[in-house]
């Protein structure tokens, strides 16, 4: 009898923990928060958890929509609409009132944004400080200890703005609010905000992306100017800032280019040179396979088309002018990276100096230890048949701190909880028509469902552009899951009936609790129904879990699956640029832990605490409410100088 009482226990702790955990989402209470000094009315807003992408019933919806997007699509692109939009002048950031510098212009950007209040407040705060002072972490020779920075003169995010999908409520309650909590409207003086949209945006068709970044209006304490999901604007003269619409498909299209190159001549023919920041929506560099280039598609064939019909574009102007794409910005994988040209390749010039990937703006963390030391990526700027070398030369967070975060994913059934509670769902559904039922066609779909069900989630995650020795792993890899899953419902609902196990001797009277049977009818000849329930559930649970780990542990396949197993709130990044006429600054930001704020609101009023952010020095804020040490928490971790 104990070790039937053991099996109910795990399976109901399981059980109430996903109702608890939807109670506690849904149940959220709305917090009333400031618009600003010069407003009376209120912002209401739900604080939300981070999106637990295991938890199946609330990723469904989400599913349906991915689905649905590529197929729609492939018939309508907003994007080629947008043209009857108006145009922007292009001067929208250095003429907005809140660049007050004539010899430089400061813009900060994020990434991945949107997700569980707590992270996503934690980087806004810091980003939306007027002024602040950040420990400096680079260990270089003669740096300052610390540097003081302010707030850049516009926002810039690459993609992905709310989770777990773009909708009025998730942008109002993962976006918008956090941001509108940190930073209210007490400036006449507005910051800039423009964004590209993610994939996470376009799975509504970008509806709630135009309504909330295309129409002139406020956020906070930032003001919203463009008037298409991608964008071109001046910086300095010379330097200038490209954020490209990849769509869900990685394509560009035709109006999109167009628009792109009629700005490009229009500066080519004010410069001789130009220098331009790339903004796009992926890092097309990952995994990327220089040999296969001619063999089969690659994201990165989306990057290049643009970066040379743009570079010629500049080149067969009649003033023979040069446009440098000196660095490529993107987020999508929710880390920071930073590629520097090899020094082995003479630093020629002209070429992309820098990828940066910098997607820590609140989303869960991704690891960074499948990344390699060295990449080759096409020349871009025109076809060739060579590469260049490009070295790693920082990540955030260490690879040896990811190293450590996979060693969790046996553990994957009891961190994700909710998703083997829903395996137990299932497997219960399972074992009772099983047991109920003689067709043995029927009987034949239950030993398959499980199975089945596990292989065609891996294989609807997998890469959709692999290289050949991708695809044979993934067939390998995918059919062992299969196997393995068989074998578990074949050893739980054929072979343990059959043959029995003197350990479950006492499970077998299970059927004569009486609790049990008013609740649900059993056959008199499921004699092992509870074990076979509770320990096929939890045993594919587990299972799973260990495939992720195999497949990622020895192959480094599956990277967002194994990230996203087990939600990292903590190591998020930002970045501050300083662009001159002579150099683009670039300051890295590293957060390692994120603040409790939403424990925070259940002890304060969520206005009592603007005011307290507005009046209080950062660093004696973070210290009164969080009992934390904001410089052992924040600072510098890499600073980019690129002469122009």
Known sequence: ??????????????????FVDNHRASSAPQQEISRGKNYHLSYFF????????????????TFRRVSLSGDILSIIDKREVQTAMGKDSGRELIDNVANQSVDEFWFDYIADTGDGFDPTTTVFYHLTRPEYCFPNLTKGENQDKSIDLKRGDALVIGGDLVYPAGSEDNYRDRFKGPLRFVSPDNSDKNPIIVATPGNHDWYDGLTAFFRLMCQKCRIGNYKTVQNRSYFAYKLRENVHLFGVDNQLLGDIDIPQLDFFVKYVQEISSQNKKNHAILVVAEPYWYNYSFK??????QRMDSLEF???????TAKNHKNSSELIFDVVLT??????????????????EGFIRHFITSGGGGAFGHLTDFLPEKIEVPQLRHTGNSALEYDLKKVFPSKEKSKKDVSGLPFFFIINYKYTALMLLISFVITYI?????????????????????????KKVANPEPSDRERNLNRFLHSSLFCVALAVQIAVLIVL????????????????IQLLKNYIILPETAEYFIFQWVFSGIMLSWVFGMYL???????????????????????????KFKITDGEILIYVIGIKKSYPWTKLLKSHKARDIQAKMETEDPKDFVKTYFSAHADENTGIIEIIRIPI
């Open 434 to 458: 099983w047991n109920y039922n003689d067709d043995p066609l029927l009987k034949g779909l239950m030993l398959l469902l499980f199975p089945l069900m596990l292989y065609f989630t891996v």
């Open 46 to 61: 739900k604080p939300q958890m981070p999106v637990k992408w295991f938890d199946f019933s609330g990723l469904i919806n």
């Open 549 to 575: 780990f195999f497949s990622y542990r020895f192959f480094k396949l599956h990277i967002t699956e194994v990230s996203s197993a087990k939600i990292n709130t903590g190591d998020k990044n930002f970045l």
């Open 292 to 297: 296969d280039r001619a063999k089969r598609r």
């Open 1 to 18: 009898m104990i070790l039937l009482y053991i099996l109910l226990a795990v399976a109901a702790a399981f059980i109430v923990a996903y």
């Open 331 to 348: 987020g999508d994988i929710h880390h920071y990276s930073h590629y520097e040209l090899s020094s082995k390749d003479g630093n020629p």
């Open 497 to 512: 009936p059959k043959f029995g196990l003197k350990i479950l001797a006492d499970v077998a009277i299970s059927l004569k």
């Open 306 to 312: 643009i970066v040379r019909s743009l570079c010629q």
